[in-house]
């Protein structure tokens, strides 16, 4: 049990064995979640905000029981600024969704946590992705957000219908909600900031002699000031089993995938700069694709890598490791990672958005076999703190959740984790919202 | 006295007539800083912290008394990462020593308010100015702080040491204290992202015959795609300012002020879509420079707008709006603000961080004519209300400081005033930090 709720588990189970709430809500409106809430807060019962249950570290368990407000039929696109390149969303939109529905604006929602999230649960969870080495991770994407705390109040973290694109007015609300994986209140819309779509996009795959190779082409991209959207590492293992479930066939080598967004002349430049850096570092020649369709074959390798991981063992189950160091400890890090899955006889092949410095193990293994679950846990606890000792961090995207409440702990020292316990009994002194998470 | 504290003044007479602290220390350590808060904690003493005096909302005159905390001589830069873009100052670092300091290491930071402030000031106040449009404010920019609480505690908002890029480990205290000005904490340390300074820069200037035409050519340069690092709006009246002032021959017109950063290549492409755009928006052919020192003339004209503004009316004080809207209702709220100005006679030259949607009203005006200073100051706060009602902000980047705090109170509503209230008594019990500010 100790080790289910250290894993989560909660993306294939959902409410499963383990911690499923007493009651399921689904709300229709604001005002409802807030009557909704109002009740909860004077029977003292738990809060679990629920958005599309992808979240990979069992923010949606129940552990104390309790009512799950599922938010999914709230699923209104709101006032699409076209000038203003900004939108309001209620939590039931996804990330696919919205950029279906802008399709026509000339406009869209670039931050892409590959699985098709609900918004406002990207907001929960300060999510990130493929492409926040460009466009920034949900902290600098979200203007505003409606909040439905414990007891009922409604609040707008940035004033009711705001949306600048900066302001000084007062404590930053909105980003003391980014991140607090329901634990404060539930987000009842999102205002996002969008971005023009691209005029042409570009993507290429290149293959190196060591994992040094791949992490110094893509400093020394960042530093030559190339705007690149995305720039993917996969480890050989990764690659490996992404050739088995796709029938690729990738070098099995250190690999990044890229993709450059801009008119067609910056990307000829964008392009020739990053050819030659990592021409310079030993990679091989890019393999690049221009139409969507060869790109979308391209980088299907990189989208289907968790299910790829999966697939190496069948009936098996996976979680995600999520570390984020500063680009400098990158090498030591992977490389000693990988000698320790390696001497611990355990799968876990690499990908990570090396471009921020973050990189997932997927760890594959059978929920049976007590002995090899136990190593999984001991594993994911000594890369954290080889992280949180080179600068890092325990979480670059997926949360603290249940998991790693230890973890940030360490990671924040005592003192910081006080004045999260201050803030946290303020906005929530019952302890209501989605309890036994993050602190 | 009420004016007086409404409009601050605080950059001119630094403690002077009104607001004088009761001591003023020089801590040199975060450990003196510690201990001497432990001291105003035990005798219930006001802590008034003091970066360089720039703020412009009344920040540091010390209202109830008190001790005020100059941080200068705590200057070090530390830990400069080239590899990972990042550095970490002490609050007696200003925006200039810091880029001096780093001239050797092809990085640099760019948020730039004009003012040659400390770092941990323009933290403190989520600062921003010219270049956000491109790099981002100060939120976007603070990685970690390093803060001392009202009781002598010290705390690492993201954890002693982290410099990642992105985090998703708990609640983000970094962004709770970035804007904070000085009532939550003393920021004794701000670890900042650095970039790498552009292969090569070029300015410009255009002249439009209506404001309506300038921010048209700004919305649709952002819509283009172009990475523009600066685009300023001037009014006639600011550009005539600066013509007297500095000697030059701009047009009288509303006027863009650009600058561009990139690889030659791709400076000349942003170049062409930018002028293609304001030829198609009726603005004049492009006045433009390259070189540093004939960049430099092209923009002291903008650089030097407030100097500008005073010298309309020798012996005169000057007060700066700061209201932020969304881009779209940028014509309406300029075209309103003039002629609410011609109507009521007063000196109000504009200068705006257009791709923000943020714009400054640099009010010149008679601190002894009563008559005047009470027309500014209704002046002042009917321009904020006109912001508010088109989605908008009080404050852009200056911050609430003394005079906006029933402004900030409009503007976010009664139950997002009231969980800051919240945050500010769990951090700050005894309220000794920068009382009567913000809140
Ligand atoms: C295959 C796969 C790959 C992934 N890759 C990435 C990646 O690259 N980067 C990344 O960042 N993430 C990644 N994720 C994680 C995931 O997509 C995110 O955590 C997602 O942001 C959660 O959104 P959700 O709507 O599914 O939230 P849920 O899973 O429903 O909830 C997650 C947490 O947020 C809270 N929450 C949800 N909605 C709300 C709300 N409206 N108000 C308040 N709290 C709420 C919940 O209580 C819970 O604590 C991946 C997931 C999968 C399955
Ligand atoms: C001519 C001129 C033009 C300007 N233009 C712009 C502009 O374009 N954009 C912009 O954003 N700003 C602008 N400013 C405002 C100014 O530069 C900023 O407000 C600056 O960020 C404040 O920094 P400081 O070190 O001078 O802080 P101070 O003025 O000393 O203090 C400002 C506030 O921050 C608090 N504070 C200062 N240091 C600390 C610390 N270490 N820890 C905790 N609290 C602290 C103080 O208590 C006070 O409340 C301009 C100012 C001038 C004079």
Redo the contacts between chains.
């Keep these: 049990e100790t080790l289910t709720s250290f894993f989560g588990w909660n993306r294939e189970i959902n409410f499963g064995n383990c911690c499923p709430p007493d009651v399921v809500v689904w709300p229709r409106s604001v005002e409802e979640v807030s009557a909704l809430a109002k009740i909860c807060h004077h029977h003292c019962l738990p809060i679990i905000p629920f958005g599309t249950g992808t979240g990979l570290e069992g923010g949606v368990g129940a552990v104390e029981g309790g009512v799950c407000f599922s938010l999914r039929n709230m699923d209104r696109v709101l006032d699409v600024?076209q000038?203003?390149?900004?939108v309001t969303v209620e939590p039931g939109v996804t990330r696919k969704a919205l950029n279906s529905y802008l399709r026509d604006t000339?406009l869209w929602f670039p931050v892409d946590p590959g699985a098709d999230a609900s918004l406002c649960g990207m907001a929960a969870?300060?999510?990130?992705g493929t492409n926040?080495v460009r466009y920034?991770?949900m902290?600098?994407n979200v203007l505003n957000l409606e909040v439905v705390?414990a007891d009922g109040?409604?609040?707008?973290?940035?004033?009711?219908?705001?949306?600048?694109?900066?302001?000084?007015?007062?404590?930053?609300?909105t980003?003391?909600f980014?991140?607090?994986e329901g634990t404060?209140g539930l987000i009842t819309k999102t205002t996002l900031r969008l971005?023009?779509v691209?005029?042409a996009m570009v993507s290429a795959v290149c293959t190196f002699p060591s994992v040094q190779a791949a992490v110094d082409s893509t400093?020394q991209v960042?530093?030559?000031?190339v705007?690149i959207a995305r720039i993917e590492f996969l480890d050989d293992v990764m690659i490996d089993a992404c050739n088995r479930f796709n029938s690729l066939s990738y070098p099995v080598a250190p690999t990044l995938f890229l993709e450059f967004h801009?008119?067609e002349?910056?990307l000829e430049?964008q392009v020739t700069?990053t050819e030659e850096i990592t021409r310079d570092n030993s990679g091989s020649d890019f393999n690049w694709a221009r139409d969507a369709e060869t790109r979308g074959r391209l980088w299907k390798a990189r989208h289907d890598a968790w299910y790829a991981a999966l697939a190496l063992r069948p009936g098996c189950k996976a979680y995600s490791t999520?570390v984020?160091?500063?680009?400098?400890h990158l090498p030591q890090i992977i490389v000693e990672t990988k000698e320790d899955l390696v001497l611990n006889r355990l799968t876990g092949p690499i990908a990570g958005h090396v471009g921020?410095?973050?990189f997932h193990c997927i760890m594959v293994m059978d929920p049976n076999d007590q002995d090899e679950v136990t190593r999984v846990q001991e594993f994911t606890e000594r890369l954290a703190r080889r992280a949180?000792a080179l600068?890092?961090?325990?979480?670059?995207?997926?949360?603290?959740g249940l998991g790693?409440r230890a973890l940030?702990r360490e990671?924040?020292?005592p003192?910081?984790?006080e004045?999260?316990q201050?803030?946290?009994?303020?906005?929530d002194p019952k302890n209501l919202m989605n309890p036994g998470k993050?602190?």
């Design positions: 600024h000038e203003d390149f900004d000339g969870t300060s999510a990130s926040a920034g991770t902290r600098e705390l109040t409604i609040i707008h973290t940035a004033g009711r219908g705001r949306r600048t694109r900066k302001t000084s007015a007062g404590y930053n609300l980003n003391l980014v991140g607090s404060l971005y023009g691209p005029e400093v960042l530093q030559a000031g705007p801009g008119s002349k910056s430049e700069v999520d984020c160091v500063p680009l400098s921020d410095g973050n949180l600068d890092g961090t325990c979480t670059g995207e997926h949360g603290v790693k940030l990671e924040m020292g003192m910081a984790i004045v999260m201050g803030l946290k009994a303020t906005l993050v602190l």
